[in-house]
């Protein structure tokens, strides 16, 4: 049981190059989300999922695009990359478990540490 | 919108005392209060969660209290050791369990 991986660790982008950031888990989680933490600050959500098929966007989605299209996978895109998305992006997973509104803690990712320049 | 605030945003102690991290958030409306371990380089561990009907959790050395009335939470630990330093965050779940998160409390814990 991995948990939650995600592929590159690490990148160096071009101003204006494009590339997806990996996420996987195999724990069956139906709810995924994207974050990403900039120096001396918390983490902002960028996109989330509900469900295979299902996206919407978060606090700071400009410049990123989602798809959802297994329970497993939820890739994010930077289709032009801006020095400004220079970040550490986290990839977390929860479930809906246990009754009523009872919710289930958020599994972290390790991480891509990407750098624009 | 939720905000969530953290203090103090560093703390540097000897090894043994007792500690108190302070998080507080604007809109009460949540449905679970989360604590996270991060340390450099690293992603996130959860230590602790709160759902909105508790008022505190405790593992170990941990505690963690919440007052969703007056939108506090805090996270108190006992005897503390050189290998709990790093940056503690807390956040807050909304719909669809986003999370909004504070800055975070970077804690050195001293030999």
């Known amino acids: 049981n991995a948990g939650v991986t995600q592929t590159p660790k690490f990148r160096i982008l071009k101003i204006g190059q494009s590339m997806t950031l990996q996420c996987t888990q195999d724990?069956?989680?139906?709810?995924m989300y994207w974050y990403r933490q900039d120096p001396g600050m918390g983490l902002k959500l960028i996109y989330y999922s509900v469900g295979a098929g299902i996206t919407d966007k978060g606090e700071v989605p400009n410049g990123y695009n989602v798809s959802r299209s297994t329970t497993e996978d939820f890739p994010l895109r930077l289709e032009l990359a801006a020095p400004s998305q220079t970040s550490v992006y986290f990839c977390?997973?929860?479930?809906?478990?246990?009754?009523?509104?009872?919710?289930?803690?958020?599994?972290f990712g390790p991480g891509t540490r990407l750098l624009v320049l | 919108k939720q905000e969530v605030t953290q203090i103090p945003a560093a703390l540097s102690v000897p090894e043994g005392e007792n500690l108190v991290l302070n998080c507080s958030f604007t809109?009460?409306?949540?449905?679970?209060l989360q604590w996270f371990r991060q340390d450099p380089g690293k992603g996130l561990t959860s230590l602790l969660l709160?759902?909105?009907?508790?008022r505190e959790q405790t593992s170990g050395r941990l505690n963690a209290s919440l007052d969703k009335s007056s939108g506090r939470s805090t996270l108190y630990i006992a005897a503390s050791q050189p290998g709990d330093s790093a940056t503690y965050l807390c956040a807050v779940s909304g719909s669809n369990y986003k999370l909004t998160f504070g800055k975070g409390t970077l804690l050195t814990v001293n030999p």
């Open positions: 809109d009460s409306a949540i449905y679970n």
């Open positions: 709160i759902q909105s009907s508790q």
């Open positions: 977390a997973t929860t479930t809906s478990g246990g009754l009523g509104l009872k919710q289930e803690t958020q599994y």
């Open positions: 724990m069956n989680h139906n709810y």
